[in-house]
């Protein structure tokens, strides 16, 4: 049966959207979704451009409103920031599981190009190492 998987944060312009392309790489089967509680206007061209590097392709993700999915079912809910941790809202729909697997936000980073971008790497590879933890603890 087909896993059915929302990967929240704030901003749903980071983290949640790399998470969100890994579980997709890992699994073309599972019906991933990210969504933020105060989503941003766009996808960070910088975690499009770390993505990208590896070949996996989030250019065409869309920072959503966590509101959207309240009254739907999901095998599991992830938040992948503290505050999306503590403002997960009320879920209608049945949640099989909710689970917190927290990143630091690389979008915070300062520094020069390279410093910020090496940060969105760092990231993007620890998000890569516990999503697929998680994906094989799923199945």
């Known amino acids: 049966m087909k896993k059915k998987i929302l990967i929240l944060c704030t901003g749903n312009s980071c983290r949640s959207q790399m998470a969100e392309g890994f579980l997709k ?12 509680t105060q989503p941003s206007s766009q996808v960070h061209p910088k975690a499009t451009q770390v993505m990208a590097e590896i070949d996996i392709d989030i250019s065409d993700g869309k ?12 095998d599991a809910v992830i938040t992948v920031c503290d505050n999306a941790k503590e403002t997960c809202p ?6 099989r599981e909710q689970l917190h697997i927290g990143f630091e936000d690389p979008a915070e980073a300062v520094g020069t190009e390279v410093e910020v971008l090496n940060e969105f790497r760092r990231i993007r590879d620890e998000i890569r190492k516990d999503f697929y933890q998680f994906y094989q603890q799923m199945t």
């Open 63 to 74: 920072p959503e409103n966590v509101d959207t999915y309240l009254e739907q079912s999901f």
């Open 25 to 36: 790489s890992f699994d073309p089967e599972l019906e991933v979704y990210s969504a933020g």
């Open 90 to 95: 009320m879920f209608l729909g049945d949640v």
